[in-house]
């Protein structure tokens, strides 16, 4: 790594009840880039975008962004995205954005605004009239649109057609700082694979393997998107 880690975890450890959701999970992920997240269902990625997103601090080991053990000076710093809906149903999107703006310091209601456009999206329009989706779409231009170092994103893409998940990316990226770190979760990895950086593969709760996808590519002379298929096969 040429610069300091932005995410650092050591032993990285979560349970639930008798599940190992994170087994002693040591990362360390640079700023700048965009990384995929990736491993087979129940292996602990949305475990871990929200042990990182402060959105639950019962854990042991060590999680730190930007240098900062994970709490409130941590969750200041990292936009999440949710693999469920977070909004109110009834609310107009103007009402979301409202919300988003009184709630997070770093939040550019204009850019928020400027992605609902683009996504074309009429920002009068309640949620609950919405499909999943153009819901989908809110959610993410309204966690793009925050003046994060870190963005988390879970299964931005997953239940929406191909069209649309080319659009959701869009809109992400158009609102990437170059400086910030894009943590990605997906099993749609073919529709991905073009825009990332690295990727994190995850097994049973345990880094599998970390690396550059140029590297990965050139090593294995396969895509990620192959690579992935044989490692979990
Ligand atoms: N609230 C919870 N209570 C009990 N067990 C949980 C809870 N959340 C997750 N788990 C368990 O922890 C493990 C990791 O779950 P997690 O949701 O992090 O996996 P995932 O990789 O995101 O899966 P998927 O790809 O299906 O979304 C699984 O065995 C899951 O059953």
């Given at each position: ?114 992605t609902?456009?683009f996504f074309g ?12 989706g153009m819901?989908e779409k809110?959610?993410v ?16 893409i997953?239940?929406v057609d191909p069209a649309a998940r080319q659009v959701i990316l869009d809109g992400v990226?158009r ?59």
């Open positions: 790594m040429t610069s300091e880690p932005l995410i650092h975890t050591r032993q990285l450890t979560k349970r639930y009840g008798k599940t190992l959701a994170l087994d002693n999970f040591d990362l360390d992920l640079a700023p700048g880039q965009i990384v995929g997240l990736l491993g087979e269902n129940g292996c602990g990625k949305t475990t871990l975008l929200k042990t990182l997103a402060g959105m639950d601090q019962d854990f042991t080991g060590t999680a730190q962004i930007a240098g900062h053990d994970i709490g409130p000076e941590t969750k200041a710093l990292v936009s999440f995205l949710p693999d469920t809906s977070f909004l109110a149903d009834s609310a107009k999107v103007t009402e979301c954005i409202h919300y988003f703006d009184d709630f997070f310091a770093d939040f550019d209601a204009d850019k928020a605004r400027d609902i456009a999206l009429d920002a009068s329009s309640r949620l609950n009239e919405m499909s999943k819901r809110v959610q231009a309204l966690t793009m649109a925050r003046r994060a170092r870190v963005f988390l994103l879970d299964e931005p997953s239940g990226l609102n990437l700082e170059p400086e910030s770190l894009l943590m990605i979760s997906t099993h749609l990895i073919h529709d991905l694979e073009p825009v990332l950086d690295s990727v994190v593969m995850m097994r049973h709760g345990k880094l599998l393997q970390q690396g550059y996808v140029d590297d990965l590519r050139a090593e294995h002379s396969k895509s990620i998107d192959q690579i992935f298929q044989e490692m979990y096969r």
